[in-house]
């Protein structure tokens, strides 16, 4: 089985600048797209990133030019450097990855708040 690990939320001033980085590990021949995803409360999950090392990245046209996203493919691993951070970008960040080209896999979610 596969599994992902998420960490480096936390509560960060507007303005602020936080990286959050989501390791996977098990059983993984190769990973395809890796991404990020968020949801604050009543609001649906939304993509917020993803990177693929085929396709390349994509952001949303709330974060982009904002938030970066990258991957280290040694590591089996996704980060996304979000700064210029606003109290809408408070939400619960999920990554998503892609698992031997057929499954696909969530994070536990890490919090991050926005607040002055």
């Known amino acids: 089985q596969v599994q992902l690990v998420e960490s480096g939320g936390g509560l960060v001033q507007p303005g602020g600048s936080l990286r959050l980085s989501c390791a996977a590990s098990g059983s993984i021949r190769s990973i395809g797209v890796m991404g990020w995803y968020r949801q604050a409360p009543g609001k649906e999950r939304e993509l917020v990133a993803r990177?693929?090392?085929?396709?390349?990245?994509t952001y949303s046209d709330s974060v982009k030019g904002r938030f970066t996203i990258s991957r280290d493919n040694a590591k089996n691993t996704v980060y996304l450097q979000m700064n210029s951070l606003k109290p809408e970008d408070t939400a619960v960040y999920y990554c998503?990855?892609?698992?031997?080209?057929?499954?696909?896999?969530w994070g536990q979610g890490t919090q991050v708040t926005v607040s002055s």
């Open positions: 990177i693929s090392n085929i396709y390349g990245t």
């Open positions: 998503n990855i892609q698992v031997n080209g057929v499954s696909w896999y």
